[in-house]
């Protein structure tokens, strides 16, 4: 063996080109073409393949339960064997990545598998890493998919419930199950251009779910309540139309006294005298107030004038009927506030009480 080492050296020294090793392990230089000097030796096609780095693809797309869970799939083209791939998900809650399970590839380098342990919905990106060995270099694939989020329940109180402008009223917004965030905002947006919608008021909600606030009320508004949503619970709002009366009365003068017919008190008022009516309304530019008057004939109210008139800024309307009237005849009046036709649509239809009165000699 030594003798052979020796001829080896020899003959490469001499330049004699590069040897061939016989199957039994002995080489002549007459069996090998020849090399020149300082040329290197390309690597073999077997060796290009050991080295060589496979290729490595990912796909994501969500279960078919409804797509909480996503599905991922992938292939490892490039190695006749199984391998081992460790993955790391990023999403709001890992910025930064956490770990998963890893998992050996099938033989023929496919391999699926569900994420069942997030909750965080948004994007989610998951990163596979072959494991390196002997024969192929480490390679990694990348894919993103966008997950559903959770749905919570948000609704406000009260609901459906007319009031009257200057009202104080409680409005709170109760929240159901979320993640980290308990925050609501209420918001109050009343009917009109002139006012935009603003924010009432922040906060957490208690312990039952539940976050309140005041507000006066002026006009038609819709209250909502917001919820913006966490890493695992989707915003939502919800919203409800509260209808707004205007103060409405009416008031009558001139009269020299108050007396009962039947259950129901009249203003009595000399026929020779022209009796005045103020109405008193919530005033908004361009409001109008309308006055109906009717009298009792034949069992009934019938109508007898009616007429529109124009608020003061103090929301003062003051109407002098004259003209010569009828003694023992029962009258009514009463304001009115019609969305439209009082020369706005701010507030609810609003009807003031009856007044009543009569003449006398």
């Not at 006066?216 to 695992?232: C, H, I, P, Q, Y």
Request: proline share 6%.
């Amino acid at each position: 063996m030594r003798s052979t080492r020796i001829a080896l050296a020899a003959a490469l020294l001499a330049g004699a080109g590069a040897l061939a090793v016989t199957a039994a392990g002995t080489a002549s230089a007459d069996d090998v073409p020849a090399v020149e000097a300082g040329a290197v030796a390309e690597p073999s096609a077997s060796t290009e393949a050991s080295t060589a780095a496979p290729t490595f693809t990912m796909t994501a797309v969500p279960s078919e339960d409804g797509g909480r869970w996503p599905v991922i799939s992938g292939a490892v083209t490039g190695a006749p064997d199984s391998v081992w791939v460790d993955f790391v998900r990023t999403d709001a809650e890992s910025p930064t990545g956490v770990a998963m399970p890893p998992l050996e590839t099938r033989p023929d380098g496919t391999f699926d598998m569900t994420d069942g342990s997030t909750f965080v919905g948004g994007v989610a990106t998951y990163t596979g890493t072959t494991r390196a060995t002997p024969r192929y270099p480490s390679v990694s694939a990348q894919v993103s998919i966008v997950l559903p989020f959770a749905s919570t329940t948000l609704s406000v109180r009260p609901s459906g419930v007319i009031y009257t402008a200057g009202d104080q009223v409680g409005f709170s917004g109760a929240l159901g199950k979320t993640f980290s965030n308990r925050r609501v905002e209420i918001w109050t947006d009343p009917v009109g251009a002139d006012q935009p919608a603003r924010l009432a008021a922040a906060g957490t909600v208690n312990e039952y779910g539940i976050f309140g606030t005041n507000v006066k009320l002026s006009r038609n508004t819709t209250v909502t309540v917001k919820f913006a949503g966490d890493t695992r619970y989707a915003p939502r709002t919800a919203s409800t139309a509260i209808r707004v009366k205007v103060l409405a009365s009416t008031a009558i003068t001139k009269s020299y006294k108050t007396a009962k017919i039947g259950s129901t008190p009249y203003q009595y008022v000399r026929k020779s005298v022209h009796p005045v009516f103020t109405t008193s309304m919530t005033w908004n530019a361009g409001r109008k107030q309308k006055l109906t008057f009717e009298y009792y004939s034949g069992g009934k109210w019938k109508s007898w004038r009616s007429g529109l008139f124009p608020l003061s800024k103090a929301g003062k309307s003051i109407y002098t009927l004259t003209g010569t009237n009828k003694t023992g005849v029962r009258y009514r009046v009463r304001t009115a506030y019609l969305p439209g036709t009082s020369g706005d649509s701010l507030n609810y239809t609003t009807y003031g009480a009856w007044k009543y009165f009569t003449f006398t000699s």
